[in-house]
């Protein structure tokens, strides 16, 4: 690497992987230019209406992502953005961008949609897949980040005919220049981070299907559309040719994947989980709706993915067919749909109102002009090329990648991976970390003690979103008449630019002492409000929000006057508990700049190496004698790689890392303290500090108790069978594998994700290295998801025997006449067969290590009924404790493979790093505080705390009091409801503040 480098990266790709990773970039002090073709951040996951398996509206978690990136002050957004050249070397690269006009100031445009409403332009809409229609001049989707209007050149009047311009006529602030022309620039970065994502399958090339001929045949995304409350047709499930709702849908899986026939032999992940939650969000829209889904197999393989799959059966009563692949479509003269299917031997046929086509990923379109102008290396369907351990690595230094472009993967995937390679970045950029970021400073804040009230009103319109059904001056007009409000104006869009700085001067102008925004809400936008409120150089907890919004104009949006006569209430609720507002410090604490990482597998020593790579000392603790878990068991990788060779190169660097200590035979018996610093007891004596935390603590194999394991010596683990394998003790003639031993049962309902892996890595060698030997897999499901899929075709290709097992026909393993016999009804030719294996192989399943109970209660973070920790939110914080300054990776997450492990890893190094590179770090003022004398020590709020904030302590002999830490409390408020003796007190939400906003309520008269 060139001797110094740039404190500053280029990430191509704003979805949700583009985004995470900048934001973690710009976090550990690195500036981060975020670029993308589009007009607004967000990329796929911004359409999709929920996401699985947790249902949770996939808009709503990804928006305070949007929101944070956007106006995170050392990331730059550039939009509609390319890249054309580069030069120079890892540390020090220049890359020539050209970035293309939209023919709009920037600056200027406060996204107010008043252009949009007179452009006489209607253009297909790609956000709701050209289901609806948008305007020439648009945006990408109503809470578009950044909220800035585009023209489409292609279909704008004026560029085809010289006239029209009627938006540059309704634009208040001049902000429209046809003149515009496009840019080119240079860019120096020290580390480039491709995030470019993917695109649908084209459903035409399977013209079997009938998608572009037949209306009522639509793609997965364009269900998600429909399903989407912010879609063409407001979220009613309807059938396009007729608008009629459908009794009758079905989804045909792999469409453009595990597909000989167009070469996208892949599997591309997440349809099977996609198309589950479709069927179980339609039913949820359409009670009587009959949702049939036609899989191949089920490939339900992440964390409690199988236990939404039996919901989606069970709950709500999805029918789950698993069969070849559909072979066509036919329509009717009704425009309903005839499905051909086998199951078992059988052909039966099926019609429907409606066929959703499950399209698989591809790599984005354009792609291939950015991979050319970067030289990085596409694997044979077009993704980046990546290796089994290196997987955020492309053949260029300093070139990284994440998310779908470096292959199919959910979200989670997509952000732990994302948060990876930002932590390998600022590894390579660590000695130019805060060389090119600005700190936000903040004016001294007003003491406002003891002063009357002085309030300020701003109400928002947000576009058409408030505006459009509630009467918002009429809302404003109404706060004037509040008593202390001495200042209020309606807003188009009150988070604008223009508007924070609106607020920060009228402050000061108008000697205001407390401010309210009645606009959209505080999850999304408190803090950047909190932020404006700071720099007019207020305390930020003398500001209010009011949603009117949600609470208004989106669940009233039929009742406009009712709306706004709720708006003025929530206004004047929000102005009484404004009068009560006390200013709160804003505790600091200092940051001890090193880590502990529990657990020395694969995923603790990445951790561990990528935080002292990064430039911070780490203490790895060990319980075993030895580094490597169970890494040290796997002789050989799906793809041919050694994974011997990769434990002792990562052990050596450890042991060459001055940053590392190592200790081994150890274990943690105590923790104390919180993000920043914690105390550590190791069982080997020492006594340490760190700032952060990161889980590593493993699985363990199943020990089976089915399938007379441990009865006879023919009967092995497939983890044995490797061993036998590498070590050349192998002579089996015929082997059976069962799949599934101890996964997806009543014990255990989960899928142990990497068992498929191991009985194809193992079987495809087996016939490699002893051709004559016959080798049967008994499976339930194959998921072999991603481009492993390769693996299993080449398996079947020489002669690998697949027999298909369902959970009521188990296979049944019995010793006669001293022979193995394994008997079992196979499910698609609905017979039973009988093998006589002299090695009988059980892929036994990953289990939670049981040490995680003894961690849970010194760390205080949560565990699932499965044994597994649970991480802050399962799609969005993945790598994430609840608690700050405490991460995961690895099996102590969820079941991985070695790839997704080493991602990980090094994704919780990275947030572990931004916590690290920090001298000091803000915690909430708003807390909670115990009132001793009225505290009974009962526990309730210990009980209660997420996030182990609460503790009851023994205060005086036999004397038991609650105490809250200040730095963990969230400020949530749970323990206060939880405190049957009134004896706990939110700062923020004191009884008297809430007193009176009820008081307020139920008096419309009331002026404050
Ligand atoms: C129908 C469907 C349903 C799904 N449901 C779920 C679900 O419920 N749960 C779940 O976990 N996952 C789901 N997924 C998968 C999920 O969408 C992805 O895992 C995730 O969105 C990947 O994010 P990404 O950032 O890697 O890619 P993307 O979202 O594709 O983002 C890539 C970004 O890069 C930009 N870009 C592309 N090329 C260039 C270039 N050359 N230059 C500059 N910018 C470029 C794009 O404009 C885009 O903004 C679903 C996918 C589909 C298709």
């Known amino acids: 690497m060139a001797n110094e480098s740039i404190g500053s990266v280029l990430v191509v790709g704003a979805g949700v992987s583009g985004i995470q990773s900048a934001l973690d970039l710009a976090e550990m002090g690195l500036k981060v230019f975020l670029l993308d073709e589009t007009t607004a951040i967000g990329g796929n996951m911004a359409k999709l209406d929920k996401t699985f398996p947790t249902n949770d509206c996939s808009l709503c978690i990804l928006s305070p992502k949007l929101v944070a990136a956007g106006k995170h002050p050392n990331i730059q957004l550039l939009m509609r953005s390319e890249i054309i050249g580069l030069a120079g070397s890892p540390g020090r690269f220049k890359v020539k961008i050209k970035k293309e006009p939209t023919y709009i100031i920037d600056e200027k445009c406060v996204g107010c949609g008043a252009c949009a409403e007179k452009c006489p332009v209607k253009v297909p809409n790609e956000y709701d897949m050209k289901q609806g229609v948008r305007k020439a001049i648009y945006i990408l989707y109503p809470q578009a980040v950044p909220m800035k209007y585009a023209i489409d050149r292609e279909r704008c009047l004026h560029f085809k005919t010289g006239k029209c311009q009627l938006c540059m006529k309704a634009c208040q602030n001049d902000a429209i220049d046809h003149e515009q022309l496009p840019e080119e620039f240079d860019l120096d970065v020290g580390a480039i981070l491709l995030a470019p994502g993917f695109e649908l399958f084209d459903c035409t090339i399977k013209t079997a299907y009938g998608y572009g001929r037949f209306r009522n045949v639509i793609s997965n995304m364009e269900f998600e559309r429909i399903l989407s409350a912010s879609g063409p047709t407001k979220g009613h499930v309807q059938r396009p040719s007729d608008g009629a709702a459908p009794k009758r849908i079905a989804f045909i899986q792999c469409v453009g994947s595990r597909d000989q026939q167009t070469g996208n032999t892949y599997c591309s992940s997440y349809c099977c989980m996609a198309a589950l939650k479709e069927a179980v969000i339609a039913k949820e829209h359409l009670g009587e709706l009959e949702a049939h889904i036609y899989f191949m197999d089920t490939r339900a393989f992440g964390k409690e993915f199988e236990a939404y799959l039996h919901r989606a059966e069970e709950e709500y009563g999805v029918v789950v067919h698993r069969n070849n692949r559909i072979s066509n479509v036919e329509q009717q003269c009704d425009r309903s749909l005839l499905v051909r299917y086998h199951e078992g031997a059988e052909i039966h046929e099926q019609q429907f109102d409606m066929v959703i086509l499950s399209a698989g990923a591809r790599p984005p379109l354009h792609v291939d002009k950015l991979v050319k102008a970067l030289g990085v290396e596409q694997n044979k369907f077009g993704f980046c090329e990546t290796e089994d351990f290196t997987p955020m690595d492309t053949n260029v230094p300093g070139i990284y990648v994440c998310g779908m472009f470096s292959g199919p993967k959910d979200i989670p995937d997509s952000i732990a991976q994302a948060s990876g390679a930002a932590g390998k970045i600022s590894a390579l950029l660590a000695d130019s970390r805060g060389t090119m970021v600005s700190t936000r400073e903040f004016p001294k804040e007003t003491d406002v003690t003891g002063q009357e009230p002085r309030i300020g009103v701003f109400v928002c319109q947000c576009g058409i979103n408030i505006g459009g059904v509630v009467d918002v001056p009429a809302v404003a007009a109404y706060a004037k008449t509040l008593k202390n409000v001495e200042y209020v104006e309606d807003n188009l869009y009150t988070c604008s630019q223009d508007t924070q700085e609106k607020i920060r001067s009228v402050i000061g102008d108008h000697k205001l002492n407390r401010v309210v925004v009645a606009s959209c809400t505080p999850r999304t936008h408190e803090s950047l409000f909190k932020n404006t409120v700071r720099e007019g150089g207020l305390n930020q907890y003398l500001f209010e929000m009011a949603n009117i919004r949600d609470q208004c104009s989106w669940v009233h949006m039929k009742e406009p ?123 080997d004596g020492a006594e340490i500090k760190q700032g952060a935390i990161i889980v590593a603590s493993g699985g363990i194999e199943y020990q089976p108790k089915e399938y007379m394991y441990g009865q006879d010596p023919r009967i092995i683990l497939q983890t044995e069978l490797g061993r036998r394998l590498e070590k050349k003790e192998f002579d089996a003639k015929t082997v059976a594998i069962i799949q599934c031993v101890g996964s997806r049962n009543e014990e255990n309902p989960n899928c142990s994700r990497i068992c498929c892996f191991t009985a194809m890595a193992n079987a495809l060698r087996i016939k490699k290295e002893h051709p004559s030997t016959s080798v049967y897999v008994l499976y339930r499901d194959i998921r072999t998801y991603g481009f492993a899929e390769e693996f299993y075709n080449e398996a079947a290709r020489i002669g690998v025997l697949f027999v298909r097992w369902d959970v009521d026909g188990p296979p049944v393993v019995t010793v006669e006449n001293g022979s193995l ?43 699932m009924k499965s044994g597994f920790f649970l991480e802050a939110h399962m799609k969005l914080r993945p790598v994430d404790f609840a608690t700050d300054g405490i991460f995961l990776c690895g099996l102590a997450h969820s079941p991985r493979r070695i790839g997704e492990s080493i991602a990980m890893a090094n994704g919780a190094a990275a947030r572990a790093m931004t916590i690290l590179t920090k001298d000091e770090i803000e915690s909430e003022g708003s807390t909670s505080i115990v009132n001793q004398e009225k505290c009974r020590g009962c526990g309730d709020c210990e009980a209660v705390c997420e996030f182990a904030a609460a503790r009851v302590t023994e205060v005086s002999p ?10 963990l409390c969230k400020g949530c408020g749970t323990c206060v409801a939880a405190c049957c003796n009134g004896a706990i007190t939110s700062r923020h939400f004191k009884s008297n503040q809430i007193a009176k906003m009820i008081e307020s309520a139920l008096d419309k008269e009331a002026k404050a």
Do not use: C, W
Not at 620 to 626: A, C, G, H
Not at 669 to 674: L, P, Q, R, T, V
Not at 850 to 859: A, I
Not at 960 to 967: E, P, V, Y
């Open 821 to 863: 016999t394994v008997r079992v009804h196979e499910k698609f030719i609905e017979d039973e067969i009988e093998l006589k294996p002299d090695l009988l192989v059980l892929n036994a399943s990953t289990r939670a290590n049981p040490d995680n109970k003894e961690l849970q209660k010194m760390l205080k973070v949560p565990i």
């Open 958 to 967: 036999g004397v038991f009091k609650s105490q809250i830490n200040d730095i």
């Open 561 to 683: 006057a009712k709306a706004t006569e709720k708006a003025k209430d929530l206004v004047r609720m929000a102005v009484a508990k404004s009068r009560l507002l006390e200013a709160l410090p804003t505790p600091k604490v200092k940051v001890e700049k090193s880590a502990l990482v529990i657990g020395g597998g694969l995923a603790g020593m990445t951790a561990a190496l990528g935080i002292a790579e990064g430039g911070f000392p780490v203490h790895l603790v060990e319980k075993s004698t030895s580094l490597g878990g169970h890494l040290k068991e796997i002789y050989h990788t799906l793809t041919g790689l050694d994974p011997q060779k990769v434990l002792s190169e990562t052990k050596d660097k450890l042991s060459k890392n001055s940053k590392v200590t190592i200790h081994l035979n150890t274990t943690v018996k105590e923790i104390a303290g919180y993000v920043g610093n914690f105390e550590t007891e190791l069982s």
